[in-house]
T-cell receptor, first 115, second 114 residues
Framework: DTGVSQNPRHKITKRGQNVTFRCDPISEHNRLYWYRQTLGQGPEFLTYFQNEAQLEKSRLLSDRFSAERPKGSFSTLEIQRTEQGDSAMYLC?????????????FGEGSWLTVV | QQQVKQSPQSLIVQKGGISIINCAYENTAFDYFPWYQQFPGKGPALLIAIRPDVSEKKEGRFTISFNKSAKQFSLHIMDSQPGDSATYFCAASMIAGTASKLTFGTGTRLQVTL
């Protein structure tokens, strides 16, 4: 069990640039989540995939954000035209299929700093 | 709309003491209540979780107390140790919901002193 893997761990980008984060969930976990966490706050839900289908998106996910999980395995989160307010830690999490366990396992996060 | 309220924001406890963190929720459809522990620069890690059909769950030094009628639950850390110094988040979700996504509290920064 290698856990949820996220890359890159840190990214500094200039305002207006695009960034992409990758998440590799725990093997055979068909559910995948993206959360955003700012300093001093709890993680906030962004979006959810079951296999390759994106089933739910938060209102926090503006049009500049797009997430994909093309083959139901790894996922990417792209932020276009970054703004300083996008600076946060982006957390990926996964869990097994319904009735196979309730625990959601988080990765170590990808820190984004927009300057 | 903050659906899970957590207190205190920060807590200092002496080694060997009891740390108590409280949470209250609003949505009565929530049926899964985990606590996560987060160290600086790391992602949250599940510590212990409870379903509303029990009032208490204990795992080692960690205990969740659950009060369904009051819509409150709390984490008790017995014999607190310096290694317990971290930020603790309560959370809630609906297991049977489409996403079963977690709604987190704002966190409690715990410092255990020698």
């Amino acid at each position: 069990d290698t856990g949820v893997s996220q890359n890159p761990r840190h990214k500094i980008t200039k305002r207006g640039q695009n960034v992409t984060f990758r998440c590799d969930p725990i093997s055979e976990h068909n559910r995948l989540y993206w959360y955003r966490q700012t300093l001093g706050q709890g993680p906030e839900f962004l979006t959810y995939f079951q296999n390759e289908a994106q089933l739910e998106k938060s209102r926090l996910l503006s049009d500049r954000f797009s997430a994909e999980r093309p083959k139901g395995s790894f996922s990417t989160l792209e932020i276009q035209r970054t703004e300083q307010g996008d600076s946060a830690m982006y957390l990926c999490a996964s869990r097994p299929a319904y009735r196979s366990g309730n625990t959601i396992y988080f990765g170590e996060g990808s820190w984004l700093t927009v300057v | 709309q903050q659906q899970v309220k957590q207190s205190p924001q920060s807590l200092i406890v002496q080694k060997g003491g009891i740390s108590i963190i409280n949470c209250a929720y609003e949505n009565t459809a929530f049926d899964y209540f985990p606590w996560y522990q987060q160290f600086p620069g790391k992602g949250p890690a599940l510590l212990i979780a409870i379903r509303p059909d029990v009032s208490e769950k204990k795992e080692g030094r960690f205990t969740i107390s659950f009060n369904k009628s009051a819509k409150q639950f709390s984490l008790h850390i017995m014999d607190s140790q310096p290694g317990d110094s971290a930020t603790y988040f309560c959370a809630a979700s609906m297991i049977a919901g489409t996403a079963s996504k977690l709604t987190f509290g704002t966190g409690t920064r715990l410092q255990v002193t020698l």
